[in-house]
């Protein structure tokens, strides 16, 4: 008889990602400070009598009087349950929370702040619900068009259900460091760096989104142990070193194509402007022959990378 396949590690039902730990938190029977304060004062009465009982009924065992061995015992019974009730007192400061367990069972978190009771008998972990963020380690990888860049992304996070993050991971905050890498890679992996095509979005260009898309997809990663995504921010982006060089050179080369291309529309611009003005004034009248040696002239001032130097003509454009 073949054996059962086994169940999935993780699945995800109505957008709630499931593990084989299926657990979520409730609230832990508890009461606040004020009860939890008489109830102290009434058991350190009541220790305090154990004690006044204990002494006086082993001095009166000794000397043989009688209820001596009753106060005895009656003390020691006092005695040991503040000792055992005093574990039901437990402080949890502003931005912590305590699991409780009882033996090994999880009873559920404490949210209270202050001097909270709690049942006793039970241990609890502190797990801080404060907001926490952390870099990611630079990595490098292939963007969508094959280029090799070094990315990182800072990640802003804070813990949603205690009970999933003690009980449904080994360590949530090593967890989630290796999914948000993991994340980061994965969604570099599917936009190219610069100069994006129709309806793709760059990682230069577009950071808003890609954000964004990285912090949904750190977040689904990171459901099953309870914690909750803030935002993520991609914090550096640059090509590897081996390529920088060379695309440094491809975008000095765009940069200078823009700007020929801004310095002759406006040169010829100025041109047009100055031949429309000759005629209007009716300053020269000039053939077709005259107009193009005047539009060369000007287009070579204006568009020159040094300085022209003036040449007089004494002649005739003719002779």
Not at 49 to 54: C, E, G, H, R, Y
Not at 156 to 176: G, H, M, N, S
Not at 221 to 226: D, E, N
Request: hydrophobic share 50%; proline share 4%; aromatic share 6%.
């Amino acid at each position: 008889m073949s054996a059962a396949p086994h169940a999935p590690i993780a699945q995800q039902e109505s957008g709630v990602v499931k593990g084989r730990v299926d657990i979520a938190e409730r609230p832990a029977i508890s009461a606040g400070s004020g009860a939890a304060f008489l109830v102290l004062l009434l058991l350190l009465g009541i220790f305090g009598l154990s004690i006044a009982a204990f002494i006086t009924g082993a001095i009166a065992a000794d000397q043989g009087e009688p209820g001596g061995v009753s106060r005895l015992v009656v003390g020691s019974v006092g005695l040991a349950i503040p000792l055992l009730l005093f574990s039901s007192f437990v402080i949890v400061a502003p931005g912590q929370t305590s699991v409780r367990q009882f033996f090994g069972r999880y009873v559920g978190t404490v949210r209270r702040t202050g001097l909270v009771l709690v049942p006793p008998l039970t241990s609890g972990k502190k797990v801080s619900i404060k907001v926490h963020n952390f870099e990611t380690n630079e990595i490098k990888v292939n963007d969508l068009d094959g280029n090799p860049v070094e990315i990182a992304a800072i990640v802003v996070w804070q813990v949603a259900d205690t009970a999933r993050a003690v009980f449904a991971v080994e360590e949530y905050e090593a967890f989630i460091k290796a999914q948000a890498e993991s994340a980061l890679r994965h969604v570099a992996t599917t936009h190219p760096y610069d100069e994006p095509g129709p309806g793709e979005t760059s990682l230069r260009g577009g950071t808003d989104l890609v954000s964004a898309e990285l912090a949904e997809e750190v977040a689904a990663r990171v459901a099953i142990a309870g914690l909750e995504i803030i935002e993520v921010r991609i914090s550096s982006l640059a090509y590897a070193p081996e390529i920088a060089q060379a695309m440094l050179q491809r975008q000095q080369a765009g940069a200078v194509i823009a700007a020929r291309e801004q310095i002759v529309e406006g040169a010829v611009t100025m041109v047009d402007q100055a031949l429309k003005r000759l005629e209007a004034d009716d300053i020269v009248s000039m053939d077709d022959e005259r107009r193009a040696q005047m539009v060369s002239n000007l287009l070579v001032v204006l568009c020159s990378d040094q300085r022209t130097q003036p040449v007089v003509n004494t002649g005739s454009l003719y002779a």
